[in-house]
């Protein structure tokens, strides 16, 4: 009795344990981006699987809907505070960072620095997409 009680505990933690490496549909699995927590989430208002995640470690994009992200090179390592989409023209993204506001003209995919100074939160004129609102405190 002793050794088929061992051997039913033995049966049971070997399942218990194997069941995390089966995947299978109605199952979540990590597939966003690396880099540590999302501060702050963005979509582009015309193409919504287009997505922005920024992060401690750089912002990232994904243009199927969040199942694959991709990083954005010229800021990879920088700390990412927010992340705005201009509405009335989606080319144009901005990215606040401790090191300066940052600029994309092509949906995310190239960025270049606008300014030096600390940016912690960022938003775009619904009207025109050439006002841009940073806070540096």
């Not at 080319?91 to 003209?105: D, E, H």
């Amino acid at each position: 009795m002793r050794m088929s009680l061992r051997k039913a505990l033995i049966a049971t933690l070997f399942v218990l344990f194997a069941l995390p490496t089966f995947a299978a549909d109605n199952r979540w699995s990590i597939q966003g981006p690396d880099g540590g927590p999302v501060t702050r989430l963005a979509f582009d208002p015309l193409s919504p699987a287009i997505a922005y995640a920024a992060t401690p470690n750089g912002i990232f994009r994904s243009a199927d809907g969040g199942q694959h992200w991709t990083a954005a090179s010229e800021l990879l390592g920088t700390p990412i505070n927010d992340v705005a989409v201009a509405a009335g023209d989606p080319q144009k993204v901005f990215a606040g960072t401790t090191s300066g506001l940052y600029k994309s003209t092509d949906r995310g995919l190239t960025w270049s620095l606008v300014h030096p100074f600390a940016s912690y939160a960022v938003a775009v004129s619904r009207t025109n997409a050439n006002i841009v609102y940073s806070d540096s405190s």
